[in-house]
T-cell receptor, first 116, second 117 residues
Framework: GENVEQHPSTLSVQEGDSAVIKCTYSDSASNYFPWYKQELGKRPQLIIDIRSNVGEKKDQRIAVTLNKTAKHFSLHITETQPEDSAVYFCAARNSYSGAGSYQLTFGKGTKLSVIP | GAVVSQHPSRVICKSGTSVKIECRSLDFQATTMFWYRQFPKKSLMLMATSNEGSKATYEQGVEKDKFLINHASLTLSTLTVTSAHPEDSSFYIC?????????????FGDGTRLSIL
């Protein structure tokens, strides 16, 4: 099955600096990579996603890059703000049918703290 | 758009009680719903996948007789924790995927914090 590794587990940055979170995956059949932001006690919220036919995607201060050959993808947050503080999860989803199809496998999460 | 409602948000009950958690997709039809369990400061662990009108597929190590899942319609799935015990205390989150099949994004409910005394 799929295995997603996420680093770092914790990250502290000064307000205004950039934050980068990296993930690797193992299953070459995975073709969809979403990122979720989860505030304490709340639901994971989809903040950006990328498909395997694209190398980079940007949405305002958030960008995601994907390297299919190396099987890794990264989340980049620029000009960080205190409200960016949360736990961020990467995930990978496979593309095959049958049992276990289209399931998301999550990384272990990164706790981001933005210091004012 | 893409709102998933989960109810209740918090349950505190005695050991041996059965607890039902509902997950509804409010503005879209969800052919597939997922149930996750999350321990404090940990990632989301998939418990089971349910498809409307068919039996749920449980992940290895998840007791299907303990965690009963019903997905009777395209907008509602329920998880019943039967005869709950303190070790079942956790944060349970559902998510729903729309009619786009595997290509559709997955959206999460607010979660249910279950505390068994």
């Amino acid at each position: 099955g799929e295995n997603v590794e996420q680093h770092p587990s914790t990250l502290s940055v000064q307000e205004g600096d950039s934050a980068v979170i990296k993930c690797t995956y193992s299953d070459s059949a995975s073709n969809y990579f979403p990122w979720y932001k989860q505030e304490l006690g709340k639901r994971p919220q989809l903040i950006i996603d990328i498909r395997s036919n694209v190398g980079e995607k940007k949405d305002q201060r958030i960008a995601v890059t994907l390297n299919k050959t190396a099987k890794h993808f990264s989340l980049h947050i620029t000009e960080t703000q205190p409200e960016d503080s949360a736990v961020y999860f990467c995930a990978a989803r496979n593309s095959y049918s049958g049992a276990g199809s289209y399931q998301l496998t999550f990384g272990k999460g990164t706790k981001l703290s933005v210091i004012p | 758009g893409a709102v998933v409602s989960q109810h209740p948000s918090r349950v505190i009950c005695k050991s041996g009680t059965s607890v039902k958690i509902e997950c509804r997709s409010l503005d879209f039809q969800a052919t597939t719903m997922f149930w996750y369990r999350q321990f404090p400061k940990k990632s989301l662990m998939l418990m089971a996948t349910s498809n409307e009108g068919s039996k749920a597929t449980y992940e290895q190590g998840v007791e299907k007789d303990k965690f009963l899942i019903n997905h009777a319609s395209l907008t509602l799935s329920t998880l019943t924790v039967t005869s709950a015990h303190p070790e079942d205390s956790s944060f349970y989150i559902c998510s729903a995927r729309g009619l786009g099949g595997g290509d559709a994004p997955q959206h999460f409910g607010d979660g249910t914090r279950l505390s068994i005394l």
